[in-house]
């Protein structure tokens, strides 16, 4: 996949501290990707963090031991 990263992404990632990628993740690796955080917040890790509801919802699971079999798929 060949995607071109633009200087408006660096500012934007440099002043806003996120950068919005359109394009980047077809339909097939979103849904891997969805598939692996709804796994992780199904079965959190012993230092799982953040609330899941609410305006500002986030979820930090680092270091999930049993995580690594699901990712590696």
């Known amino acids: 996949m060949n995607y071109v ?3 408006e992404h660096k500012r934007s990632l440099n ?3 996120i950068v919005k990628l359109p394009g980047l993740l077809d339909q097939n690796l979103l849904g891997e990707i969805s ?6 917040v199904t079965h959190p890790g012993p230092i799982a ?9 986030f979820f930090v699971d680092n270091n999930n031991p049993a995580a690594q ?3 590696q798929k």
């Not at 963090?49 to 919802?57: C, D, M, R, V």
């Open 49 to 57: 963090k953040g609330p899941l509801e609410g305006e500002n919802a």
């Open 69 to 71: 079999a699901m990712y």
């Open 15 to 17: 002043n806003d501290g």
């Open 5 to 7: 990263i633009t200087q």
């Open 35 to 40: 598939a692996c955080f709804e796994w992780s």
